[in-house]
């Protein structure tokens, strides 16, 4: 797994209607979440990462959806041509009633090559890639 940390919002932790299979699954996703809190993860890799299936990740994704860890934003790109639909894109907000990042920040939504951090700074290292 390549991202060493993730934010996830600390209301779902005393969260009493979320199962620990449910917050495991919160987990997974915000494993994805870039700083804006947009994550597009295939279910089937969630799975996996917890070890579950992508069934039982789909139903969960459900249970955090009802009850607002989750909103459903339109997929962009082109489906795949075996696919059903386009793949998922999520918005998990850090707090209850965040609003939704705007359209030009949401599409903006990676690392720019000319915003890199200066590597020489840390070693020559960086993990951020």
């Known amino acids: ?4 940390f993730s934010i996830m919002p600390s209301r779902a932790v005393s969260d ?3 199962q ?3 917050v495991r699954t919160l987990s997974a996703l915000c494993c994805y979440t870039s700083a804006n809190g947009i994550c597009y993860p295939n279910q089937s890799t969630l799975g996996e990462l917890i070890g579950v299936s992508r069934a039982l990740v789909s139903r969960n994704i459900g249970i ?3 009850c607002g860890y989750v909103i459903d934003l339109e997929p962009l790109g082109k489906k795949h041509p075996l696919a059903w639909q386009r793949g ?5 907000p850090t707090n209850h009633g965040d ?3 705007p359209l030009e ?3 903006k939504d990676t690392i ?3 915003r890199l951090p200066d590597v020489t700074l840390n070693g020559g290292v960086w993990g951020g890639l």
Do not use: E, G
Not at 1 to 4: C, E, I, L, N, S
Not at 88 to 92: D, P
């Open 1 to 4: 797994m390549k991202m060493k």
């Open 16 to 18: 009493k209607r979320l």
């Open 20 to 22: 620990p299979n449910v």
């Open 64 to 66: 955090l959806r009802d």
């Open 88 to 92: 998922n894109r999520y918005f998990v």
């Open 99 to 101: 609003p939704i990042p």
């Open 105 to 107: 920040v949401q599409k």
């Open 112 to 114: 720019a090559k000319s």
